[in-house]
């Protein structure tokens, strides 16, 4: 009980700091004040309503009943709004900063925003290995229901907001990409309202050109409404092997040599800094060693990364039991290692035990609050680019983020990228190994410019037919754009659904004037 007074005279006291210094100055001075007294609670009940909603969903089996409304309802609203003579472009009514990119897309002021509220699981086939989603399904959602029922995603990207239809429209990756690739690679089938309100679905082999065509479009051929994604049977645990690697050449032979190993389910790197790294590899039991389970998940538990970074510092490598949804979201509690710079004290154990079971605060709540300031300062002086790079040309992407950027850890992640039709491929014509290398939070290099340090890093990738992911800060120029990616097919298709008149090409919804 005195525990409890105590926290709540605290509470009070930073209510009444708070109303005198004003809540921009908190804001933008003291931010993790703002987070922990308002949005973390803020995040708790969007969580659990969001929650209770699904779940009540999908008891009742009343999404597969309401999606055809639905669909309905939005070929009603592109047909009104070519009847009324297409006067300006299209994009779904989604408020910018419900997404998880850092940004926030201009031209929803003034495009004709269709509202698509889309947020249900339709269908678990388990004879045919299919999940059927709607585009706003998020990876908590996914991975809650199919692991309650004895089944995963072969590709789970981290983060529990990330959504079916960024993941598709944009992209999405983790540690298993290797043997099943990108999230685009594990969708069967697409289901889309075109710019004449008609409904189309499309797979390899029905309307495979559009098939091909809707991964990285960023929702400028059609509004996606469902999608048919593969499943496969999980187990209970996942059996992770840490190993500290020094030496900038070993880290990143070994990274590829576990990579190219398919008894690998998992693998990922952590890079400390330019010379020191530990790469974890996982596989999949129902079997564990009672006195290695590690339950990282719970909210009273030391942020992944850190806890990961324990191995490099005491030289030694190891072996734990993680239950298998820990595993795919334990990047979450963190948002990588993002949180450490807006609450620096939040892997403290008392904080954890204390405020631990409502971090992290909705990556849509920070960016919906953050303000012009905050929102110039991150901008300047802060870094958060994922880059998809050719296996070979890894080592060189480290000793080139280290020189000219210099922010760590570094997030590696392998993925196979196939030959196939679309905006991202190999340069030949089989399938090549790729390495995902997510750099996040504040440069350390005295020669960071945001603009001239980003269009270094941009001609980088260009020079090694290397990919930008398309969520982040982008200075390309067009035609710097189209030297990065394939539009060929993307064109033909812009063309054939006339959606050149109804939808801005992806460039102009991605490049760093169309955002703030």
Known sequence: MDAVIYL???????????????????????????????????????????????????????????????????QRQVREWKNQGSKTYMCTGRPGWLTVSLRVGKYKKTHKNIMINLMDILEVDTKKQVVRVEPLVNMGQVTALLNSIGWTLPVVPELDDLTVGGLIMGTGIESSSHIYGLFQNICIAYELVLADGSLVRCTEKENPDLFYAVPWSCGTLGFLVAAEIKIIPAKKYVRLQYQPVRNRKMICETF??????????????????????????????????????????????????????????????????????????????????????????????????????????????????????????YEQHHVVQDMLVPMKSLEKLIHFL???????????????????????????????????????????????????????????????????????DCYLTREEFWEMFDGALYRKLRGQLNAKDAFPEVYDKICKAARH
């Open 256 to 377: 590829s040599r576990e990579s190219q190993n398919k008894e690998n389910h998992f693998v990922e790197g952590l890079v400390y800094s330019q010379d020191e790294a530990v790469i974890m590899t996982g596989v999949l039991t129902d079997v564990a060693e009672p006195e290695k389970v590690n339950r990282i998940g719970y909210y009273y538990k030391p942020w992944f990364f850190k806890h990961v970074e324990k191995y490099l510092q005491e030289n030694h490598s190891g072996v734990e039991y993680i239950p298998l949804r820990h595993y795919y979201h334990r990047h979450t509690r963190s948002i990588f290692w993002e949180l450490q710079d807006i609450i620096p004290f939040g892997n403290n154990p008392l904080f954890r035990y204390v405020f631990g079971w409502m971090v992290p605060p909705k990556i849509s709540l920070l960016k919906l609050t953050q303000g012009e300031t905050i929102r110039k300062l």
């Open 402 to 472: 280290h020189s000219e950027i210099n922010v760590y850890p570094l997030w590696l992640c392998p993925f196979s990228l196939p030959s196939l039709p679309g905006m991202v491929h190999p340069k030949g014509d089989e399938a090549e190994l790729y390495a995902d290398v997510g750099a996040y939070g504040e440069p350390k290099a005295k020669q960071f410019v945001a603009k001239s340090s980003t269009r270094q890093l941009e001609k980088f990738l260009r020079d090694t037919h290397s990919f930008q992911m398309l969520y982040a």
């Open 8 to 74: 709540a005279v605290l509470a009070v006291l930073l209510l009444f700091w708070v109303r005198r210094k004003g809540v921009e100055y908190v804001i933008i001075h003291h931010r993790w004040v703002f987070v922990c007294l308002f949005l973390l609670p803020l995040s708790v009940v969007f969580d659990v309503y969001y929650y209770l909603r699904a779940w009540l969903v999908f008891k009742m089996c009343s999404a597969p009943k309401q999606h055809d409304l639905r669909v309905r309802d939005i």
